[in-house]
C-alpha cells in the first residue's frame, strides 16, 4: 500500500517563500526526513520522492510530491501520480494553505469542500470528487481590504518566519500522523482548538 503525499504551491524561486507554498515546504521537511531529494517525475509534471516513511521496522511506502504546474493546475500532475503509483484517495493526503485558519495553526481533515482555494478545486475536478486526506496549514486573512488573492502570493511577515518553520515542521508531522495514527488521533493531537472536522 503506497501512501501520495503531495504539497501544493506554485514553482520557481518567485513563489517559493509565499504564502500560497507552505505546503510545498512541508513535503521538501518529509523529503529531508525521508533522506532523499525530490526530483523530476518521468510521467508527471512534478517533483516526486519514492521512499520509506517512518522507522525502520515501522514503515510505509510513500511518495512525496511537489507538483511543477501552478496552483490552479494541480489536479493533473496529482491524477497522473496516483495513476503511475496505483494510489487510491483513501491514500492521498494533500497539505496546502488555508486563509481561513489562524496563522500558525494546523487543521487535518478528510474530504469536504474546497473553501476557494484552487488547488484544491483542481484536484476536484481531475478526481472527480474531493474525498482525500487534507493538511490545511493556517495563513491567516489579510488586514483591511486587501486581496486575499494577493495576499497568498506575497511573502510571510520578517516577524513570522520562525513560527513558520514550526508550522510547517507539524504539518509534515501531521501528515506522517495520518499515515500511522489515522485522522481522529491526528486532529486530536494538531487541530489545536480540539476543532475536530
Known amino acids: 500500500m503506497t501512501w501520495l503525499i503531495v504539497g501544493l504551491g506554485n514553482p520557481g ?3 517559493a517563500a509565499t504564502r500560497h ?5 512541508a513535503v521538501a521537511d ?4 525521508m533522506g532523499g531529494r525530490l526530483a523530476k517525475h518521468k510521467r508527471a509534471s512534478a517533483l ?3 521512499g520509506s516513511l517512518g522507522l525502520p521496522g515501522y ?4 511518495v512525496l510530491a511537489q507538483p511543477l504546474s501552478y496552483m490552479n493546475q494541480s489536479g493533473g500532475p496529482v491524477k497522473a501520480l496516483m495513476q503511475f503509483y496505483d494510489v487510491t484517495e483513501e491514500n492521498l493526503i494533500v497539505l496546502h494553505d488555508e486563509l481561513d485558519i489562524p496563522f500558525g495553526s494546523i487543521r487535518a481533515k478528510f474530504g469536504g469542500g474546497d473553501n476557494g482555494h484552487n488547488g484544491l478545486k483542481s484536484i476536484r475536478k481531475a478526481l472527480d470528487n474531493g474525498d482525500y486526506f487534507r493538511v490545511r496549514l493556517g495563513i491567516g ?3 483591511g481590504a486587501a486581496d486575499p488573492a494577493e495576499f497568498v502570493l506575497r511573502p510571510f511577515a520578517a516577524a513570522q518566519r520562525a513560527e513558520v518553520e514550526v508550522m510547517v515542521a507539524r504539518g509534515a508531522d501531521a501528515a506522517q500522523s495520518l499515515v500511522f ?4 488521533r491526528t486532529q486530536n493531537v ?3 482548538d480540539g476543532e475536530v472536522e
Do not use: H, I, K, M
Open 13 to 15: 524561486p518567485d513563489y
Open 21 to 25: 507554498n507552505v505546503g510545498y515546504q
Open 30 to 33: 518529509l523529503a529531508t526526513r
Open 48 to 50: 516526486a520522492l519514492e
Open 59 to 62: 514503515s510505509v511506502t510513500a
Open 141 to 143: 486573512r489579510p488586514v
Open 181 to 184: 495514527e489515522g485522522l481522529e
Open 190 to 192: 494538531f487541530n489545536g
